[in-house]
């Protein structure tokens, strides 16, 4: 329990600092009492979260739980309240132990609100001192509790405008985030299902599904129906703005909408009807904003994207985001973006992004690089293609059938980059990463071979290991996640009662042909891989190599049918039939495996993906040197060689029925998955790679 003594000899301290300005905080008396301040983690009703507070090393809990009693805590506060207006030094020690003294679950706002004199929450927050901007913060944060505290928040229109003036304009960034936290738990606590005129599903709100909390909307009003702070916004982030008084400067303000990006992006698709539609249209207008909000000013007429490349990567980074939240649905059909849905492949968020030129300008860094300047490609051809890959992730379908001609250029500049990768450069890491990504997330069906030979995933060598393009193999070869089955890959519906064909059951045939006839191109495949997994220097690369015995192992294959569907015929990617894939593989009489464990027990992957699997895993305890980093590679790798071998023993027993002489192969296996990671064995099995790199 915190003594007597000790709580004396910090009120007193306190008190003479305040009649002696100039003297001097004693900081360790500070940190001491404070060390002894133990926070409880009571459930309070209302609470969202049961808090634990981590105590300082030493201390019993039990013993200092009562620690300091609710009327010894108000008896300090309101020192350091008294203190703090006029402290002529750095406030870090007080505003640490205030920090301290209210971090407490049964700490209340009303018992921020009962603090005499009151605090001053817009001083607290307009003071430039990042020290007390936080300790506002922190008291205004207990206000996130309950709906009820939110609304007095939300009645105090100065403190809610300094809080964004605060977020958006101070200089130190632990406090913007801070302030960018406080406010959205406030919108957050005080959201009403139906202050956008619509109903919205409460539990999107917070991953705390028990977090049922009903405000009355009054945050959400403010910040976008109150004329001052709502332009507030517009203000401090338009470049037009820059130069007036009390405005920040262009460097500050390009700071302020890289915050209102990240600000805009973390809220769930419910509640984004309140920034996507207009609120105030002279405002807006003013601002250039024509039918929109918030949302059409971050992203179409805020940013100066032609002159600062920086923060044209923020924007791309944006978009991107906006198809990836929840896959892409981030603006609600109900909103006014919804008329512009041309087809059931879209989206609100895509026919915004598009119908804007965002969508086409995003994609051009990469696609078209001829056209822009070599500076900035060296900072956006990354985004562009990063933004690209989560377009052909989240809206395949899309992509073919509503975009071919998006698609054709997609692939001609993988066959163009792909083909220009020197042999060196697979060899010693210099592979074209961001290129690659996008292959890999490319729908399959795109990379099937219009003409022999004409597709970019027969360029991925693997002669000369490299990681990125053994993972891009597995994930190719893989086939679709059940993940995919609930995002992109969802069926679509050209009329309610007529559906589309079924995209993920032609991406799980895609990735089975795919496999076949890269094996036909590089028949020496799984000698290669196994010797990359072989090379355990080379960690990341047996590594990778490993995940792409995985893959097959575990891929997620249907067979094709033995005649084309009607509706084949006019696709621009139509799969070949079962016995047309055979014919492509030279293998006109004999039928291809089904499945990928089953490819994995035919050759030319039996002669050597099993023999490895089945060896003990390799070890340099016996080198020179002892035990170190090489021995943990080796051990990371043994463990990933494991786990294959258990993929493998579980896909062998699901098949073993169907299959004649499989039942002795699936108790060999299983007796290997028994022994463990090193395979019972001390010796070195197989060929090491010793060199250092």
């Known amino acids: 329990m915190a003594s007597s003594s000790l709580f004396v000899q910090v009120h007193q301290h306190l008190l003479n600092v305040t009649e002696k300005p100039g003297e001097d905080l004693d900081r360790g008396l500070l940190e001491r009492f404070g060390a002894q301040v133990t926070v409880t983690g009571k459930y309070i009703p209302g609470e969202r979260k049961q808090r634990q507070c981590r105590l300082p090393t030493g201390l019993d809990a039990d013993a200092l739980k009562d620690s300091l009693d609710h009327d010894d805590r108000d008896t300090i506060i309101y020192a350091l309240s008294q203190l703090l207006p006029t402290l002529q030094q750095d406030p870090s020690p007080a505003t640490a132990l205030i920090e301290i003294l209210v971090r407490s679950p049964s700490y209340t706002f009303s018992d921020v609100l009962a603090i005499k004199p009151p605090v001053d929450f817009v001083a607290g927050l307009s003071a430039p001192s990042p020290p007390i901007n936080s300790v506002a913060l922190t008291l205004l944060g207990k206000a996130t509790k309950e709906p009820s505290d939110a609304a007095i928040v939300a009645g105090k229109p100065d403190v809610v405008a300094a809080l964004v003036k605060l977020w958006l304009c101070t ?13 959205r738990c406030l919108l957050e606590v005080d959201f009403a299902p139906r202050i956008l005129g619509e109903a919205h599903d409460i539990q999107a709100m917070t991953e705390d599904t028990s977090w049922e909390p009903l405000g ?38 390009t700071i302020a909408q890289a915050r209102l990006l990240e600000f805009l992006i973390a809220f769930p698709p419910s509640v984004t009807d309140a920034y996507s539609k207009s609120h105030c249209p002279d405002i807006e207008a003013a601002y250039g904003v024509r039918n929109g909000g918030l949302l059409d000013f971050a992203a179409v007429h805020m940013v100066d994207y032609k002159d ?66 070599s500076l900035d490609l060296t900072y956006l051809y990354s985004r562009s293609a990063n933004y690209i890959s989560i377009y052909c992730t989240q809206y ?34 210099k592979a074209p990463k961001h290129d690659l990504h996008v292959l890999a997330s490319l729908p399959r069906a795109a990379l099937l071979p219009q003409t022999v030979g004409s597709s970019p995933l027969f360029l991925i060598p693997t002669r000369y290991p490299n990681a990125d393009a053994l993972h891009t193999l597995a994930a190719v070869f893989h086939g679709p996640s059940e993940k ?16 589309d064909p079924d995209i993920f059951v032609k991406e799980r045939e895609a990735a089975r042909v795919l496999y076949f006839l890269y094996l036909k191109h590089q028949p020496y495949l799984w000698t290669q891989v196994v010797s ?61 495996p089904p499945s990928g464990v089953l490819a994995i027990l035919a050759s030319p992957a039996f002669e050597d993906v099993l023999p490895y699997l089945l060896r003990p895993a390799q070890t340099f305890s016996n080198l020179v040197g002892g035990r170190g980093d090489t021995e943990s ?19 062998l027993k699901g098949v073993a029925q169907d299959v004649n002489g499989l039942q002795n192969f699936v108790a060999a296996v299983g007796r290997r998955v028994a022994q463990g990671p090193m395979g019972g064995s001390s010796e070195v099995g197989g060929r090491i790679g010793t060199m250092e790199l």
């Open 308 to 373: 600062d490349v920086l923060m044209h990567m923020t924007l791309i980074d944006f978009f991107a985001g906006l198809l990836r939240k929840y896959n892409g649905d981030v603006l609600s059909r109900n909103s006014q973006y919804a008329s512009m849905v041309q087809t059931p492949h879209s989206s609100p968020t895509l026919d915004f992004l598009v119908s804007r030129g965002l969508h086409s300008r995003s994609m051009s860094f990469y696609l078209e690089p001829s056209k822009h300047d």
């Open 532 to 592: 990359a997994a072989e090379t355990v220097a080379l960690k990341d690369n047996a590594l990778a190599a490993i995940d792409l015995m995985s893959a097959v192992i575990g891929a997620n294959w249907r067979p094709l049918l033995q005649e084309p569907p009607e509706a084949s015929t006019h696709s621009r990617y139509p799969l070949p039939t079962e016995s047309e894939l055979s014919l492509w593989c030279d293998s006109p009489n004999q039928q291809l």
């Open 484 to 499: 995919d089955r609930l995002s992109g890959f969802a069926p679509p519906k050209t009329s309610p009662d007529q559906p």
């Open 171 to 183: 200089s130190d960034t632990a406090v913007a985030q801070q302030a960018a936290k406080v406010l």
């Open 396 to 429: 395949p379908t899309h992509l073919l059938n509503t975009s071919p001609s998006v698609s054709d250029a997609i692939l001609a500049r993988l066959l163009l980059v792909l083909s220009r990768v020197l042999t060196g450069h697979w060899a010693h890491d």
């Open 633 to 651: 590679a080796a051990y990371r790798v043994a463990v990933a060689k494991h786990d294959a071998l258990i993929l493998l023993h579980k896909k």
């Open 216 to 253: 009355q909307g009054l945050m959400w009003r403010r910040v976008f129906d109150d004329r001052d702070i709502y332009g507030s916004i517009f203000a401090i982030c338009s470049l037009s703005t820059a130069g007036q008084a009390g405005q920040p400067s262009k460097r500050d303000k």
